[in-house]
């Protein structure tokens, strides 16, 4: 790992490859959650926990990084655009199939500039109303690390319902991580 002000001079390939790797790493931990829960664990919606399955969770989250990748074709993403109810919802090993797809697609993204200029389609109102606006993969590609360590962080609550034990950081931001570290 580099230090922050390394990072800071580092040119933007080595910077791709950073956040590709802090990206990836999240998929990881992900996996290994998933293969943590029984089938049942996955599936259902723990007792007193209103926010869904584990397994909803992680379909939404994939969700987000297929939608990125899919986007990158045609140079427009658009999140809102998910297929819900899908196999990786109920199924285990579904989602660690896909997780493992999104790593490798990721993966072959490393050392490349992330400063491509993208846009995003989304809808800011219940009547469907979207906008377009201007951004880059490194932005989106922090937003989805953003955005999975807040369903990562749900999923964990659920796990602990279900009396998994969750890896003692997992759902934890990686700024909360950071301050944890040097307040030690």
Not at 28 to 41: C, D, F, I, M, Y
Not at 51 to 60: F, K, L
Request: glycine share 6%; aromatic share 6%.
């Amino acid at each position: 790992m580099i230090s922050r002000a390394e990072q800071d001079t580092q040119p933007p390939v080595a910077q791709s490859s950073f956040l590709i790797s802090a990206v990836v790493a999240r998929l990881a931990e992900l996996a290994e959650l998933v293969r943590l829960l029984s089938a049942e664990q996955y599936q259902q919606v723990p007792p007193g926990f209103d926010s869904g399955s584990i397994g909803q969770h992680v379909r939404h989250s994939l969700d987000h990084f297929s939608n990125l990748l899919d986007g990158l074709k045609q140079g427009l993403i658009d999140y809102d655009q998910r297929a819900r109810g899908t196999a990786v919802e109920s199924d285990r090993q579904t989602a660690l199939e896909l997780i493992e797809q999104l790593t490798e697609n990721l993966c072959r993204r490393a050392g490349s500039d992330l400063n491509q200029p993208l846009r995003l389609r989304a809808i800011i109102a219940a009547d469907g109303s979207q906008i377009e606006t201007c951004t880059t993969l490194q932005r989106e590609l922090l937003f989805i690390l953003s955005h999975t360590v807040h369903h990562d962080a749900m999923m964990a609550v659920a796990a602990r319902m279900w009396g998994v034990a969750v890896p003692e950081h997992f759902g934890f931001a990686p700024a909360t991580l950071a301050y944890l570290q040097h307040a030690g």
